[in-house]
């Protein structure tokens, strides 16, 4: 199995999975989203709060504010030797207090521990007028997205199969399916329609080509074909902030690997040993 | 968070098994995993709710032991694994 980057830095990576499998590349996709744990709001505690919203409303939208997350110092609250009673070591906590009139926004949470500020200063909370007051205080904790969506670390997650776009000899150049493309991968070539190698990644297998060289008459194939390859695959991963992307992708990897490690485990302490030594 | 696992049944070229608290993440790259052995003959797993926990059926074929099958196609899954974090450490440090 092989990796190859187009783009790698903090917020986006770009990449293509090579040698893999649909099973494995969704496996991937399913851990990054669903299984990398960020911290998120869990727990507001409001001591004042005469806005238009409702408290509910106001810690679901305290919930959703990306908070910049850091895996080396927080574990998650079942595994804290607290006991899930909530600690510095599994907890972040926040304070805000405003008066309005203005809008309240994430800039106004103020971290108990400056690592974990919310990634972006102005996402709006809810607009106060006159006489209109917020003071609350919140608790962050540690989990997966699997728990809920607030604790995603990705937004765009996704990838596609490496389209594989073959022209045959019957191509007459007619430069209809150029046209028809909206994603620009072709070009009129002077016998037939040409790939443009540098677009191939962009072609999203819409098969508007084919369509169009069959519209021109060219009988019941298309003398363009769009195929795709079934052990490589396009990746686009974003983050939102919490954490960089690049460790994202490695503590999934991280979570597939401990997973199968301990099924081996298991299964070995099941048969005693002998199964390990019988198939290896 | 440790897997947990229940034997339901096991037999010389049959095994059914639960995963508690596992999902189509990590069933779905198992099962496939475990077709690539020429050994196994049957490998699904069924999850009868949304909720339930998935039950993994491997049946293999001539001599070949279905746990032991098991246990290859997670160290093949868990090698994979290691090629990527090797390759995504060599990436980041270009």
Redesign the interface.
Request: aromatic share 4%; charged share 25%; net charge neutral.
């Given at each position: 199995?092989?990796?190859?980057?187009s783009r790698?830095d903090d917020t986006i990576a770009r990449f293509t999975?090579g040698d893999?499998?649909?099973?494995?590349a969704?496996?991937f996709r399913?851990?990054m989203i669903?299984?990398v744990p960020t911290l998120a709001i869990e727990e507001v505690r409001i001591y004042d709060n005469n806005s238009a919203l409702f408290d509910e409303m106001l810690a679901h939208r305290l919930g959703l504010i990306p908070l910049t997350t850091d895996l080396r110092t927080y574990v998650r609250m079942e595994?804290c030797s607290c006991g899930g009673e909530g600690c510095p070591g599994c907890c972040a906590t926040y304070t805000l207090s405003v008066e309005g009139p203005r809008t309240v926004c994430s800039s106004d949470l103020i971290p108990a521990d400056p690592k974990t500020a919310p990634v972006h200063d102005t996402i709006p909370i809810v607009k106060l007028v006159e006489d209109q007051k917020v003071v609350l205080e919140a608790r962050a904790v540690l989990n997966i997205g699997?728990e809920h969506a607030k604790w995603q670390p990705t937004l765009a997650c996704g990838y596609k199969s490496y389209p594989v776009i073959t022209i045959d000899e019957r191509c007459d150049a007619c430069g209809m399916c150029v046209d028809e493309c909206p994603r620009g991968v072709l070009a009129l070539g002077s016998r037939s329609v040409e790939i443009v190698e540098a677009k191939l990644e962009d072609c999203s297998l819409c098969k508007l080509c084919e369509k169009a060289c069959l519209a021109g008459g060219i009988g019941e194939n298309p003398a363009i074909h769009i195929n795709q390859d079934d052990t490589r695959y396009l990746f686009v991963v974003e983050s939102d902030g919490s954490l960089p992307v690049?460790e994202i992708?490695?503590y999934a990897?991280?979570r597939?690997?401990k997973?199968?490690?301990?099924?081996?485990d298991?299964?070995?302490d099941?048969?005693g040993g002998t199964?390990?030594e019988?198939?290896? | 968070m440790h897997m947990e696992i229940k034997i339901i049944d096991l037999e010389p070229k049959k095994a059914r098994l639960l995963f508690v608290g596992e999902d189509h993440t990590f069933m779905n790259a198992l099962t496939d995993e475990l077709l690539r052995d020429p050994g196994v003959d049957v490998a699904r797993y069924i999850m009868e709710f949304h909720f339930s926990d998935p039950e993994l059926l491997v049946t293999t074929v001539g001599d070949r032991d279905p746990l032991g099958a098991i246990i290859d196609a997670s160290r093949r899954l868990a090698g994979h694994c290691d090629d990527l974090l090797e390759q995504i450490a060599g990436a980041a440090s270009r």
């Open positions: 199995m092989n990796i190859s980057f790698l999975l893999s499998s649909p099973a494995f969704n496996a399913r851990t669903g299984e595994e699997r690049r992708m490695e990897l991280l597939i690997k997973k199968s490690e301990d099924l081996v298991i299964l070995n099941i048969s199964v390990h019988a198939s290896s | -």
